[in-house]
T-cell receptor, first 114, second 116 residues
C-alpha cells in the first residue's frame, strides 16, 4: 500500500531563514508529485508539479526536488516571509491497476515568525 | 472569475440528520471530486465523477452519497449512516483524469461540518 509521509507535522522559524519541508513515499513507481499550500480554513493551491522524469522544479522562492530512488521530495523555501505561513501538503500520483491514484500526506504546518 | 464555490462554509448537524454540501464550478471541468480532511491525516477521496450522470466511489464512500445531474454541480450528502462525519470537506475539479484527477486540480474553499 502506498503511503505518503510528511515530517515534521509543524515547523516554526524566524523570518528570513531558508527552510526545507520533507515528503517521503513508499513506492518508487510514481507518476508525478505535487506540492500544495493550504491557508487556514481554505482550499488548496498548487505550488509545484514534478514529473517522475524530472529532478526539480522552481517557482520564485520555491524549489521542489524529487529523488525517486530514495522515495523523497523536498520543498525548499528561500528567504521565508510571514506570508509563507500555511500548511504545505504533498500529493503523489501513482499508477495502480491501470488507474492513477493520488495519495496525500498529512501536511506540515509552517509558521514564520516576524 | 472562474472557480469552485462550496456552501455552506460552516454547518452544524445533530446526530441522525442528513446534510447536503453544495459544490458548484464554472470552469467547464468534466471531472469533480469530494475529499475529506481530518487533522493529522492526508486528504481522502470520498466520491468522484468524470462525466454528468456518472460517479464512482472513492476510498471512503460509506455513509455518503452524491449526484451529478449537471456538469457544474456535484453535491455531497452526508447521511446518518456516516459514523464520524465531523470533518473539513473539500470539493475539487479538473479537466479530466480518473480518481486522481488531471495534473491541475482546482479546489473550493471547503465546508466544515460539525456534528453536535
Amino acid at each position: 500500500k502506498q503511503e505518503v509521509t510528511q515530517i515534521p507535522a509543524a515547523l516554526s522559524v524566524p523570518e528570513g531563514e531558508n527552510l526545507v519541508l520533507n515528503c517521503s513515499f513508499t513506492d518508487s513507481a510514481i507518476y508525478n508529485l505535487q506540492w500544495f499550500r493550504q491557508d487556514p480554513g481554505k482550499g488548496l493551491t498548487s505550488l509545484l508539479l514534478i514529473q517522475s522524469s524530472q529532478r526539480e522544479q522552481t517557482s520564485g522562492r520555491l524549489n521542489a526536488s524529487l529523488d525517486k530512488s530514495s522515495g523523497r521530495s523536498t520543498l525548499y523555501i528561500a528567504a521565508s516571509q510571514p506570508g509563507d505561513s500555511a500548511t504545505y501538503l504533498c500529493a503523489v500520483r501513482f499508477l495502480m491497476d491501470s488507474n492513477y491514484q493520488l495519495i496525500w500526506g498529512a501536511g506540515t504546518k509552517l509558521i514564520i515568525k516576524p | 472569475d472562474g472557480g469552485i464555490t462550496q456552501s455552506p462554509k460552516y454547518l452544524f448537524r445533530k446526530e441522525g440528520q442528513n446534510v447536503t454540501l453544495s459544490c458548484e464550478q464554472n470552469l467547464n471541468h468534466d471531472a469533480m471530486y469530494w475529499y475529506r480532511q481530518d487533522p493529522g491525516q492526508g486528504l481522502r477521496l470520498i466520491y468522484y465523477s468524470q462525466i454528468v450522470n456518472d460517479f464512482q466511489k472513492g476510498d471512503i464512500a460509506e455513509g455518503y452519497s452524491v449526484s451529478r445531474e449537471k456538469k457544474e454541480s456535484f453535491p455531497l450528502t452526508v447521511t446518518s449512516a456516516q459514523k464520524n462525519p465531523t470533518a473539513f470537506y473539500l470539493c475539487a475539479s479538473s479537466m479530466g483524469g480518473g480518481p486522481s484527477g488531471a495534473n491541475v486540480l482546482t479546489f473550493g474553499a471547503g465546508s466544515r461540518l460539525t456534528v453536535l
